[in-house]
């Protein structure tokens, strides 16, 4: 029960803060965080009695964190990429410039 209500914080904290932000390394964060919250709860589903666990749901957990992790990375090459042609970070100015 308490992971699920941690999970459940860490997606509304990921969503706030996607809502919230203008700066695109702060979005790619917020992402992860969202992320983070779904793997936990996926965990905590996992958990049929305690101290038994169904050794399926951890493997694709860890599988998440992998492709989490390389998708974070991408974002970011992204991002330094659109930083060195535009000189910003902030998406309203961005969505400016397509204009």
């Not at 997606?11 to 932000?21: E, F």
């Not at 979005?27 to 996926?42: K, R």
């Not at 998708?71 to 910003?88: E, M, P, S």
Request: with cysteine; charged share 15%.
């Amino acid at each position: 029960m308490v992971g699920l209500l941690g999970a459940f914080l860490l997606i509304v904290l990921g969503i706030y803060a996607l809502a919230s932000k203008r700066n695109m390394i702060k979005l790619i964060l917020s992402v992860e965080i969202m992320t983070n919250g779904a793997i936990l709860a996926l965990i905590s589903f996992a958990i049929r009695k305690p101290g038994v666990i169904d050794p399926v749901i951890p493997s694709l957990a860890i599988l998440a964190i992998g492709v989490g992790g390389c998708i974070a990375a991408v974002g970011l090459a992204i991002i330094v990429q659109a930083y060195r042609h535009y000189r910003t970070l902030d998406i309203r100015e961005l969505k400016r410039l397509r204009y």
